[in-house]
């Protein structure tokens, strides 16, 4: 199963962060981007699936979006960070990727889940 998923927590509040947009892209031969699939995180703070079904995972730099400014902005939180953007490599034979985000107003953190 082809799958690119993440799951967003608020670590501030020890809460899953829901209804932060998420954006999945594609790095052409030129150096710009495509854009692949767009989600938003559930209330559990997840995008479960952000590879189409018909749209194979092929090998490449592709990174995920995090427009995490309207989250804040409607918790009334400044933040450092309004958009998150995860750079990723996929190479040939891979084809799941669970992009975690450990989120705050003035710092993040990311790894490559299970």
Known sequence: MTRISTHIL??????????VAV??????????????????????GRCSQLVPAE???TSGVYRLVFDTGPYYSAREVSTLYPAIEVTFQVRDGESHFH????????????????
Do not use: C, F
């Open 10 to 19: 608020d670590i501030v509040h020890g809460k899953p962060a829901s209804g």
């Open 23 to 44: 954006r999945l892209e594609m790095q052409a031969a030129s150096g710009s981007w495509q854009a692949i699939a767009s989600g938003s995180t559930d209330q559990d």
């Open 55 to 57: 749209q194979a995972l």
């Open 99 to 114: 992009i975690p985000l450990l989120l705050s107003p003035n710092s993040y953190t990311t790894y490559r889940g299970s």
